[in-house]
């Protein structure tokens, strides 16, 4: 079956700063990817996602890159502020098996 | 957020008890999960269904079962509970075309095995 490697388990970026967050999938059928942020206690939540066919995706300070030939995305957080500190997870869907098989997480803190 | 509904939301069960908790939904939707979150692993399919009665497991699926009698309910069962199955249980949805579109979460089940 897939499964979804994820690097770093925890990332701490002074505000202001870039972050970035890497995953790596092994199921080539694989064609979706998202991402999500969960705040403690909360639940996990959609912040951006791509599909095979595009290699990268923005939404205004959040961007995600998909190299389908090496089987790894990335998140990148520009301009981090506070309220960017949460776990994120990244997802690798495959169609034939109706899964999403997520990542172990990355815990972000951005400090002032 | 998606129309999803967790019941209970906390509960504290002894070993050896069996214990159901309860996904809701009012999308429509035909895919249902059930994920369970732990520290280091992230979250991990244990059941999802495709349908009315359709169902298989995910890749923790032991000592859980499910039932899908209707669309908007989807029922997770630990049959008999043990301390390994503490955790927090999310109910997931997918999107109106089906599987590979957009998963909303509910807001989770905290279960807690004495």
């Not at chain 1, 388990?9 to 995953?23: F, H, P, R």
């Not at chain 1, 290699?55 to 502020?81: C, P, Y």
């Not at chain 2, 049959?79 to 955790?87: F, G, I, L, V, Y």
């Not at chain 2, 089940?109 to 004495?114: A, E, G, I």
Request: hydrophobic share 30%.
């Amino acid at each position: 079956g897939e499964n979804v490697e994820q690097h770093p388990s925890t990332l701490s970026v002074q505000e202001g700063d870039s972050a970035v967050i890497k995953c790596t999938y092994s199921d080539s059928a694989s064609n979706y990817f998202p991402w999500y942020k969960q705040e403690l206690g909360k639940r996990p939540q959609l912040i951006i996602d791509i599909r095979s066919n595009v290699g990268e995706k923005k939404d205004q300070r959040i961007a995600v890159t998909l190299n389908k030939t090496a089987k790894h995305f990335s998140l990148h957080i520009t301009e981090t502020q506070p309220e960017d500190s949460a776990v994120y997870f990244c997802a690798a869907y495959t169609g034939t098996a109706s899964k999403l098989t997520f990542g172990t997480g990355t815990r972000l803190q951005v400090t002032l | 957020d998606a129309g999803i509904t967790q019941s209970p939301r906390h509960k504290v069960t002894e070993t050896g008890t069996p214990v159901t908790l309860r996904c809701h939904q009012t999308e429509n939707h035909r895919y249902m999960y059930w994920y369970r979150q732990d520290p280091g692993h992230g979250l991990r399919l244990i059941h999802y269904s495709y349908g009315v009665k359709d169902t298989d497991k995910g890749e923790v699926s032991d000592g859980y079962s499910v039932s899908r009698s209707k669309t908007e309910d989807f029922l997770l069962t630990l049959e008999s509970a043990t301390s390994s199955q503490t955790s927090v249980y999310f109910c997931a949805i997918s999107g109106p075309q089906g599987a590979g579109n957009t998963i909303y979460f509910g807001e989770g089940s905290w279960l807690t095995v004495v």
